[in-house]
């Protein structure tokens, strides 16, 4: 049958349609047409398979990498120092390029090398042994690396110093009794972990430096100081001396990056960077009143500086003498005066390694021995304080070690010993102590004797304070009619209970307030039930039941901190504690602040300031007349200080040009590194009252911004929604005088203080403050800002390791009566003040 073919005219386009009729010949697949149909297919699945196969190779070698990424192979480096028996000392063994030192030291390497092969383990991973220095003896000191591929990284705690020893004893036993050691036998062996970045060969010259130490004072630096070192340092100094000599090396700079994980610097008491034989290993800032300073116990000393971080700073300055043995060992005897005082070998240097002294402190018949320690540093890594197994001070059975805020013992009989004992490795600053005759029937003539051994003040006795820090002060104590006495036998005074304080420490003084156990008493005072703190809603007049609430984000009240974006966060203090509260991020945009750049030591019951220890403290001095007030720095351009230093009977206060600013000053007369600078505008609260001292606050604009240094910072301003709890303990500092009507210091003085609750605050002051004011101290009295402390800072240290200014010194009755805590102008109620005229 022919194909039937017709032609139509589409009469809606007037395009021409043609349609084809098959013939059933036509009609069938040809096998050409077929064979083409599979062939398609065929390569379809093979091309869908190749795409699967490629796509799973991807996402594998991609979790692959990412496996490689993340693990990477482990490098185990032990080092230590080996004695050496029938080998004559050589001069030349002190010259790593000599001939002498490299012959002995490949037969040393290869000697190691062949005592692990004992044990299969180390044998497998062994890499190299390196020896490093020789010494009278003669020592030797090594190391010797092995390297862990990825593929074998589970068996990395199998190497242990343990293991490491056990293969090189027992190597060094089996080739002495096979006489396989030829001519060099060796006595004893060691070996410690150490930090591979340590594991350096002397043969090379990359910054590895030879020092020979003598009596006078000799110095190096790190590299690129005082510009900066760069990352990737690993540098060693290697320091002899002469016999019946230790070194003394004393770092009068010393800047480091503050994680001691990426950058240090090292000292050992050994010529190999044994951990065994560390003395100390430091990083960050340390202020010249506070230098580091070691000393070995021998004529021997490795210094190792490492830096892996791109943060460049300027490094160390270090200066190397010799001390003769016999005077760092000059410690301990018999002490027989009535008092006296007595310090750990070369305080305040660190004391050194393997020492031992003692004191026998001998007082009259039927007195006894009181010893006070003004300081007590001996921190080791690792130590338990409660045995003390290192580095310890040993009186009447007592060991004592670690930082101590407070230590006063007393003796049985007139007599005391005292011991002190450092092991071989890590050392530190020691202690200084005072020690006294007293008598037994009078401990504490006209004062309150503390079990702890220490006296003070009769009115501190039952006061509700802790101050003999032991509690002795505050048991078996009788309460007077204007105390209160709590749960658990303590006596405070009335005028604490119900102000929402757990002043007792068990809430007995909270517990028969007008509030039932089952209502939530609101900031306001007011009582309303249980469940409406955190309920959503703020049914406290001051929203304080919702205030550090998670499930009230849209609530706003004064307790709330307010984002920049108009956002609320219901969390104390949310401002700069590291977290990111505020969508924007604006509760920690500004937060450069409130940083003490130097490491600083406790210094036990001491008042005078160290230098950079408060560094927004500035001195304000009014014409040539000297120290007149005192203020903190808030930024580069702006103090802040109290309007009554300004704002007085004689106009000439309120003249910018009249007043001087010292920035960086610890000490009246010295004025080294200390910046001066010019008033170029006096700013003081258009409310303030001269009667009332309401609104004590004034900002100092300088005529020249400051350049911030290591002692001088700007302090943190806190928000208005930021808490500063009762019984927080914060500082008040500045060179007031020292006791009322006394004359001003010259050092800068500092305080501890606590804050005291707004209740007890307005009663004490027989309602005189505002919301503006908060009072701190110490009811019973004792501690206190003075005349001349007006204007400065009440700083107080958060968990964010941040410190915020809580008050400016305001007024006061007298200083330090009992019952008159000092009056500070509240920061955060003035705060929006302080940032509509600075925009800080």
């Known amino acids: 049958m022919q194909s039937a073919r017709y032609e139509y005219e589409n009469s809606r386009n007037g395009h021409h349609e043609r349609i084809d009729f098959l013939t059933s010949k036509e009609k069938a697949p040809s096998k050409r047409k077929t064979g083409i149909l599979i062939g398609v297919i065929v390569a379809f699945l093979i091309l869908a398979a190749l795409a699967a196969f490629l796509i799973w190779l991807f996402v594998f070698a991609e979790s692959e990498a990412k496996l490689s990424r993340k693990l990477s192979p482990s490098t185990q480096v032990f080092s230590g120092h080996m004695k050496l028996v029938s080998v004559p000392y050589n001069q030349e063994l002190e010259n790593a390029k000599s001939q002498t030192f490299k012959n002995l030291a490949e037969k040393l390497e290869a000697k190691l090398g062949k005592l692990y092969e004992r044990d299969p383990l180390l044998a497998k991973y062994y890499t190299r042994s390196v020896v490093t220095a020789f010494s009278e003896g003669v020592m030797a000191y090594y190391w010797s690396q092995f390297d862990i591929p990825v593929s074998d990284l589970e068996i990395v705690p199998e190497f242990s110093e343990d293991r490491v020893l056990d293969a090189l004893e027992g190597g060094i036993q089996q080739q002495q009794q096979r006489s396989q050691m030829s001519n060099i036998t060796i006595s004893e062996i060691t070996a410690s972990f150490t930090d591979p970045r340590m594991a350096r060969n002397p043969r090379d010259e990359d910054c590895f430096h030879r020092l020979e130490a003598v009596k006078e004072k000799q110095t190096f630096a790190s590299p690129g100081f005082p510009t900066g070192y760069p990352s990737k340092i690993r540098c060693q100094w290697q320091i002899r001396a002469s016999e019946n000599n230790v070194i003394s090396v004393r770092f009068p700079f010393f800047h480091i990056e503050d994680d001691c994980s990426d950058d240090f610097v090292s000292v050992f008491d050994s010529l190999s960077p044994d951990d065994s034989q560390a003395i100390t290993e430091k990083c960050g800032q340390r202020p010249p009143s506070n230098p580091l300073e070691v000393v070995s116990s021998g004529n021997i000393m490795l210094i190792s500086f490492i830096t892996d971080t791109d943060v460049h700073r300027p490094g160390f300055k270090a200066e190397y003498r010799t001390i003769a043995i016999s005077d760092v060992r000059k410690c301990g005897g018999e002490l027989s005066d009535r008092k006296g005082t007595f310090t750990s070998p070369l305080h305040p240097g660190f004391y050194p390694p393997a020492t031992d002294c003692r004191w026998t402190i001998k007082v009259p018949q039927r007195q006894k021995v009181r010893v006070n320690f003004n300081m007590f540093r001996m921190k080791e890594p690792g130590v338990d304080v409660r045995e003390c197994h290192k580095d310890y001070v040993e009186i009447m059975g007592t060991r004592y070690c670690g930082e101590l805020s407070s230590l006063a013992v007393t003796s049985e009989t007139n007599v005391m010993e005292v011991i002190f004992h ?335 609750n707004d209740t007890v605050c307005n009663v004490v002051t027989e309602g005189q403050v505002t919301s503006r004011m908060l009072c701190s101290g110490f009811l019973a009295g004792g501690v206190d800002a003075c005349q001349g402390d007006s204007g400065g800072p009440l700083a107080c240290f958060e968990e964010s390791g941040r410190w915020f200014q809580a008050g400016i010194v305001s007024w006061g009755e007298g200083c330090a009566r009992r019952n008159k805590p000092g009056v500070y102008s509240r920061v955060t109620k003035l705060r929006k003040w302080i940032k509509d005229e600075t925009g800080i």
């Open 422 to 756: 450092s092991d071989e490795s890590f050392t530190d600053k020691g202690f200084s102590a005072e020690y006294s005759a007293y008598d037994p029937s009078d401990p504490c003539p006209g004062m309150f004797a503390c079990r702890s051994g220490f006296c003070i003040g009769k009115h501190l006795n039952c006061d509700g304070w802790n101050d003999c820090g032991d509690m002795s002060d505050e048991q078996q104590c009788k309460c007077g009619q204007d105390q209160f006495t709590c749960g658990n036998g303590m006596c405070k005074p009335k005028m604490w209970t119900c102000d929402s304080v757990n002043d007792c420490g068990d809430w007995s003084d909270e517990k028969q307030c007008s509030c039932d156990e089952n209502e939530w008493r609101c900031g306001d005072g007011i009582c309303l039930p249980q469940d409406v703190r955190c309920n959503g809603k703020m049914d406290c007049e001051d929203g304080s039941d919702e205030a550090s609430c998670k499930t009230s984000p849209d609530i706003c009240s004064v307790f709330s901190f307010k984002c920049t974006n108009n956002e609320c966060v219901n969390k104390v203090n949310a401002e700069c504690d590291r977290v990111k509260d505020c969508s924007d991020n604006s509760d920690e945009a500004f937060c450069d602040c409130g940083t003490r750049p130097y490491k600083l030591n406790r210094i036990v019951g001491g008042q005078n300031a160290e230098l950079g220890e408060w560094p927004w403290q500035v001195s304000l001095h009014f014409k040539n007349y000297g120290h007149a007030c005192g203020a903190s720095i808030i930024s580069q351009k702006w103090l802040l200080s109290a309007s009554h230093c300004f704002v007085t009977s004689s106009p000439e206060n309120l003249i910018p040009f009249n007043w001087q600013t010292y920035s960086g000053m610890q000490d009246q007369y010295k004025q080294e590194d200390v910046q001066f600078r010019k008033v170029k505008r006096i700013v003081t609260h258009p409310d303030y009252n001269m009667m009332t001292f309401d609104y004590d606050i004034a900002l100092l604009e300088l005529a020249e911004p400051l350049a911030l240094t290591n002692t001088i910072q700007p302090i943190c301003l806190p928000s208005s929604s930021h808490v500063f709890p009762a019984g927080m303990s914060c500082w008040v500092t500045g060179w007031g005088a020292l006791r009322e009507g006394g004359q001003k210091s010259q050092i800068l003085q500092k305080a501890s203080v606590k804050i005291i």
